[in-house]
């Protein structure tokens, strides 16, 4: 048996019907046509009609599909005038469901779940299935209103509580991985590295002093550079960081690798024991054409990706557009 679990979020901009299921759509039929040596179950998952559709292929031959309803469908009143989610006291397909189904698969069909997919608008966070927000002041905890995916709190207590992580990683097989086809977009974070790539020598050593001045150009650029900085500077050092006028290029390499560890992608990467996890860069855009799904890689970012691939050890899946590959075994200061 190969499980397979395809997302479609919500194109909350437009509520346009039915955009990314047909993203979803369109994987299950290459799945189906990839693989005819074993039974297979796809799941898809779509947020905007509440709706689980259950596609389950035998090797004799025999189809099946049943169509599981167990939400609510999410309709215009839904959102405000700024696109932003309210549940209205309804329930709603939340990341939280999805987690609790691949668990279920962990419990009971141990090792058999091939692929996680997320079709969606997406950012550092994770994907954003509805665009709801996070307003929860318990720490750790989730907003229990918020149904998208938040990084810094689905793999640990109290979202996901050990065992439960332990369920999590044995639904996947050996061969399995996860796949999040949206954006990973960051602005600020973007043009700090393009700054980088431009500074910098072809080789530079860790020691190679950066020009501040010429790195952060406005204000939303050095209140985000040095709000990271902080984490990799001993208190001395933080505190005469704005004195000084060159960094040396380790701190740069560390801003880099917050963002990158800060990601929804590394994280997975970290509760899946470094299975492959596929996404775009950080700071990079995705689009999703009519023919299939790629990568908006405008011809200035190549360089942005060798950067990448260099420093951090990424690898580039070309066969979708450059989506790469993302490890908890990327290389860090």
């Given at each position: 048996?190969?499980?397979?679990?395809?997302?479609?979020?919500?194109?909350?901009?437009?509520?346009?019907?039915?955009?990314?299921?047909?993203f979803c759509v369109r994987r299950k039929e290459s799945i189906l046509k990839k693989n005819i040596n074993d039974n297979i179950e796809i799941l898809i998952f779509d947020f905007q009609s509440g709706i689980i559709h259950k596609y389950s292929k035998y090797l004799n031959g025999s189809e099946k599909y049943k169509k599981?309803?167990?939400?609510?469908?999410?309709?215009?009143?839904?959102?405000?005038?700024?696109?932003?989610?309210?549940?209205?006291?309804?329930?709603?397909?939340?990341?939280?469901?999805?987690?609790?189904?691949?668990?279920?698969?962990?419990?009971?069909?141990?090792?058999?779940?091939?692929?996680?997919?997320?079709?969606?608008?997406?950012?550092?966070?994770?994907?954003?299935?509805?665009?709801?927000?996070?307003?929860?002041?318990?720490?750790?905890?989730?907003?229990?209103?918020?149904?998208?995916?938040?990084?810094?709190?689905?793999?640990?207590?109290?979202?996901m509580t050990i065992s439960n992580k332990k369920k999590f990683q044995d639904a996947f097989h050996k061969d399995g991985y996860a796949w999040i086809w949206g954006c990973n977009a960051h602005s600020t974070f973007k043009k700090i590295v393009f700054k980088i790539i431009k500074l910098s020598k072809s080789n530079p050593?860790?020691?190679?002093?950066?020009?501040?001045?010429?790195?952060?150009?406005?204000?939303?650029?050095?209140?985000?550079?040095?709000?990271?900085?902080?984490?990799?500077?001993?208190?001395?050092?933080?505190?005469?960081?704005?004195?000084?006028?060159?960094?040396?290029?380790?701190?740069?390499?560390?801003?880099?690798?917050?963002?990158?560890?800060?990601?929804?992608?590394?994280?997975?990467?970290?509760?899946?024991?470094?299975?492959?996890?596929?996404?775009?860069?950080?700071?990079?855009?995705?689009?999703?054409?009519?023919?299939?799904?790629?990568?908006?890689?405008?011809?200035?970012?190549?360089?942005?990706?060798?950067?990448?691939?260099?420093?951090?050890?990424?690898?580039?899946?070309?066969?979708?557009?450059?989506?790469?590959?993302?490890?908890?075994?990327?290389?860090?200061?």
């Open positions: 048996m190969q499980i397979y679990i395809l997302v479609a979020g919500i194109e909350y901009h437009s509520l346009k019907p039915n955009f990314f299921l047909k599981i309803k167990n939400y609510s469908m999410i309709r215009k009143i839904n959102y405000n005038n700024y696109n932003e989610f309210k549940p209205n006291g309804k329930k709603f397909m939340s990341i939280i469901d999805i987690y609790k189904v691949v668990q279920d698969i962990g419990s009971n069909n141990k090792n058999t779940l091939m692929e996680l997919s997320f079709f969606s608008h997406s950012y550092n966070d994770g994907p954003i299935l509805v665009n709801s927000y996070d307003c929860s002041s318990c720490g750790n905890g989730r907003d229990i209103n918020d149904m998208d995916a938040r990084a810094s709190k689905d793999f640990r207590p109290p979202t050593a860790d020691t190679l002093l950066i020009d501040i001045k010429n790195l952060l150009s406005n204000n939303d650029q050095k209140k985000y550079f040095w709000y990271v900085i902080k984490n990799y500077m001993s208190p001395k050092e933080y505190n005469n960081a704005f004195n000084i006028k060159k960094i040396q290029f380790k701190y740069i390499k560390s801003f880099c690798c917050y963002h990158i560890e800060s990601s929804y992608s590394y994280s997975l990467a970290e509760v899946l024991n470094n299975r492959k996890v596929y996404g775009v860069l950080p700071g990079m855009f995705a689009e999703y054409s009519n023919q299939t799904m790629k990568v908006n890689v405008e011809k200035n970012f190549k360089d942005y990706i060798k950067f990448f691939e260099k420093y951090f050890y990424f690898k580039i899946k070309n066969n979708y557009g450059d989506y790469c590959s993302y490890s908890c075994k990327l290389s860090v200061p």
